[in-house]
């Protein structure tokens, strides 16, 4: 393996973990989002060990991992059952409960934006770590082309879930939420195992028409999906609040800075009373 191979191998594996920082840049002066997107991340690392976990007597039993078995010469229906109900249901299962733990570590849970970040975080670290795992077994020739595909891919899956959860648990915490948050990773499953099936069943090659079509459609998605977390992400009570950026004060019930557009306004660490002009 060639040495410029192995550079470039190193650089765009972390690439997709970058553009969505930069994306994301002006968000990061909110604390809870950082703080959740950080722990999205941790959360990623134990995700995937206990995704092998699970994977392994399966695996055992079929007698080859999982991507070898569905893109062997199967029937069309098994490989995408097994894309669905195991590697779809297990991935999807086991981010979406990652970034959930890391959003309620952070005691902010009830923050659409922040269940998103938490989750969004997951994803990412969840598919650098099984790039990494591929780059192992199978050598950077073959995993170089994927990467950029498959973090897209893990992100946009993990936003169908995360804009339910999103929804589901700011409005209220019962039965009925925790039954939208599992139909929320019941879709997304579902999108993971059908994306699996396509990809490995007919072979499709990395660089291609139809994967640069999906990989487009994913961020677009992803887009899509923080846009509708963010109109639901607004503050209980209308209160004075200044922008960390800018410092610009505001008494509207919004998350964005009037004057600089950042995400983030924090309220002032003294709350301003009228016993305050009393004492002046």
Not at 79 to 102: C, N, R
Not at 122 to 144: K, R
Not at 216 to 229: D, K, M, Q, T
Request: glycine residues 8%; positive net charge; hydrophobic residues 55%.
């Amino acid at each position: 393996m060639s040495e410029n191979l192995e550079a470039l191998f190193s650089i765009v594996l972390l690439l997709p973990m970058l553009v969505f920082y930069l994306l994301f840049k002006k968000h990061w002066v909110d604390n809870d989002l950082l703080r959740s997107f950080v722990g999205g991340l941790v959360a990623g690392i134990g995700a995937i060990i206990v995704t092998r976990l699970v994977y392994l007597p399966v695996e055992i039993w079929l007698g080859s991992d999982l991507r070898t078995f569905i893109s062997g010469p199967r029937s069309w229906w098994v490989t995408l059952l097994t894309s669905i109900g195991v590697i779809g249901f297990a991935e999807e299962g086991l981010k979406a409960a990652g970034g959930l733990l890391a959003s309620h570590y952070t005691e902010y849970m009830r923050r659409p934006t922040v269940i998103f970040m938490a989750m969004a975080g997951c994803a990412l670290s969840f598919s650098l770590l099984e790039n990494i795992q591929y780059y192992m077994v199978f050598g950077s020739s073959v995993v170089l082309p994927r990467i950029v595909i498959s973090s897209s891919a893990h992100l946009f899956f993990v936003c169908i879930s995360a804009a339910v959860a999103a929804a589901a648990l700011t409005r209220k915490r019962d039965v009925v939420a925790s039954a939208r948050i599992l139909a929320g990773i019941a879709v997304a499953s579902a999108v993971h195992g059908l994306f699996d099936f396509i990809v490995f069943h007919f072979d499709i090659q990395a660089v291609s028409g139809l994967i640069i079509s999906l990989v487009s459609l994913f961020w677009i998605g992803i887009y899509e999906a923080w846009l509708a977390v963010l109109k639901i992400d607004v503050p209980e009570e209308a209160k004075l609040t200044s922008c960390s950026s800018c410092g610009a004060f505001s008494l509207d019930r919004v998350r964005f800075c009037g004057f600089c557009g950042s995400r983030v306004l924090r309220p002032p660490k003294r709350d301003f009373k009228v016993t305050d002009l009393r004492e002046t």
